[in-house]
């Protein structure tokens, strides 16, 4: 599932939720410039993105039931 993003804000025009099971969820962010980064996570698990002087990107895993995530994005402080 990919979930768009203002570029011109975080530099990166979107980030994609990889896969979901019972515990875990994984998220993928491509560069722009090709390449990228993935991150797993658990519930009450965070983690962010960023790219130089652009505010970052915070990830948190919120819940997982029956195989749907609940997730929450929120912009952090730049890089």
């Known amino acids: ?7 011109k804000k975080f530099h990166y025009p979107e980030m994609s ?3 979901v099971n019972a515990r875990t969820i994984a998220y993928e962010v ?3 410039g090709g ?3 993935q ?11 960023g790219f130089r002087s ?7 895993l919120v819940s ?4 749907t995530a609940l997730i929450s ?3 952090g402080k730049p890089s």
């Open 1 to 7: 599932m990919d979930i768009r993003l203002d570029a």
């Open 17 to 19: 939720i990889v896969a």
């Open 30 to 32: 491509p560069y722009p």
């Open 35 to 37: 390449g990228g980064a």
């Open 39 to 49: 991150q797993v996570l658990g519930p009450g698990g965070s983690s962010s993105f």
């Open 54 to 60: 652009r505010p970052s990107v915070e990830v948190t």
């Open 64 to 67: 997982i039931k029956k195989g």
């Open 73 to 75: 994005l929120s912009p």
